[in-house]
């Protein structure tokens, strides 16, 4: 049973260009939580999914973030016209139920980069 | 913004000391959470404590959990220098499906 798999590990973009993250829950889980880190910093939550809704999404940027989880597939985590404070390291990481109580499994994390 | 707030910053000790981290809170909660994250890898669970809990143990790890102060410890026995990591505590808000983590304890054990 593969862990919460994230590719791709590193990301360059210029400013300007569009990032896509992806994320694909360890088998079974239909619940994705998306994370950015900084260095030398905790984790600050970003949003969370289920299969084909989003739950919470009260640590997204406004503009420029979006993200999904669709029937079929990894989520993605989308940044459009990405700035040099976009760089950060982004963790998904899964659960198979979601809500109370629940562990999270991570994934290895994209490390975004932007020159 | 930051549920939980972890103190210290960060903590070096000696190879078989114990090592001592705690959790502050905010609101209430369900659970709480620790987890580790080794230098450029993902998070691993480590332990869960429900709020009608008390304190819990997995091998060489010990969580308490205080409602009344809305605070936990995380201690870890007899350190190994594979522990070191950064240590987190994470809560899901009560009411609330999402999982917010504190800043982290940087461990440090000397060889």
């Known amino acids: 049973n593969a862990g919460v798999m994230q590719n791709p590990r590193h990301l360059v973009r210029r400013r300007g260009q569009e990032a896509r993250l992806r994320c694909s829950p360890m088998k079974g889980h239909s619940h994705v939580y998306w994370y950015r880190q900084l260095p030398e910093e905790g984790l600050k939550f970003m949003v969370y999914?289920?299969?084909?809704?989003?739950?919470?999404e009260s640590g997204m940027p406004k503009e420029r973030f979006s993200a999904e989880f669709p029937k079929e597939g990894p989520s993605i985590l989308r940044i459009q016209q990405v700035v040099r404070g976009d760089s950060a390291a982004y963790f998904c990481a899964s659960s198979p139920d979601g809500g109370y109580g629940e562990k999270l499994f991570f994934g290895s994390g994209t490390q975004l980069s932007v020159l | 913004s930051q549920q939980g707030e972890e103190d210290p910053q960060a903590l070096s000790i000696q190879e078989g000391e114990n090592a001592t981290m705690n959790c502050s809170y905010k609101?209430?909660?369900?659970?709480l959470q620790w987890y580790r994250q080794n230098s450029g890898r993902g998070l691993v669970h480590l332990i869960l404590?429900?709020?009608?809990?008390r304190e819990k143990h997995s091998g060489r790890l010990r969580v308490t959990l205080d409602t009344s102060k809305k605070s936990s410890s995380l201690l870890i026995t007899a350190s190994r220098a594979a522990d070191t990591a950064s240590y987190f505590c994470?809560?899901?808000?009560?009411?609330?499906?999402?999982?917010?983590f504190g800043k982290g304890t940087r461990l440090h054990i000397l060889p």
């Open positions: 994470a809560t899901d808000v009560n009411r609330d499906d999402k999982i917010i």
């Open positions: 609101t209430s909660i369900n659970n």
């Open positions: 404590i429900r709020s009608n809990e």
């Open positions: 999914l289920q299969k084909e809704n989003i739950i919470d």
